[in-house]
């Protein structure tokens, strides 16, 4: 294996790793404080119309990306979808930041000592890290080595 396919095999498996933790976190973390996390998303000026929806489809689809990322065959997929769902996370706490005048906190555990603008620094970063995984997953013709890793 040449050295630089090592590294990109490092970089993916810390990434994919970062994000089973991110949203194993997370997902847990709305569980085990429901009703909370609940009337949180309830008082979003944006998801207000839909919390019922909310509250059970975030955490399922952070658990199912989680469970994508583990399964090498939908790593790239799953890349993909965090990185959707992080830019849709990433642009809803922009929207609440800039164009509402009540910010209400629906985030859990630890991200919920974070600011919101630390919060959104956060989430770029995943954006970022999720952008570079598909980067390093997409398939290439000469590199089939990295679709066969496995955590």
């Known amino acids: 294996m040449k050295p630089y396919l ?6 993916l498996e810390l990434i994919c790793l970062l994000f089973i933790l991110l949203f ?5 973390s709305k569980f085990l ?11 979003s000026p944006v998801l207000t119309a839909y919390t019922n929806w909310v509250v059970w489809i975030v955490p399922a689809i ?3 990306i989680s ?4 399964i090498t065959q939908f790593r790239l997929s799953a890349l993909y979808a965090a ?5 849709m996370f990433t642009s809803y706490i922009f929207i609440i930041l800039n164009f ?3 910010v209400p906190c629906s985030c859990g555990g630890v991200l919920e000592k974070l600011s919101w603008t630390e919060h959104l620094i ?8 999720a952008f570079i995984g598909v980067l390093i997953l997409s398939p290439k013709k000469n590199d089939d080595t990295l679709k066969h890793t496995a955590i």
């Open 6 to 11: 090592k590294y990109k095999n490092i970089v």
């Open 33 to 43: 404080v429901f009703d909370e996390f609940k009337i949180q998303v309830g008082q």
């Open 24 to 28: 194993v976190y997370a997902a847990v």
């Open 83 to 87: 990185f959707t769902l992080m830019v």
């Open 100 to 102: 509402s005048d009540f």
């Open 67 to 70: 469970l994508m990322l583990v």
């Open 122 to 129: 956060f989430n770029v970063i995943f954006v970022v890290l």
């Open 62 to 64: 952070e658990i199912l």
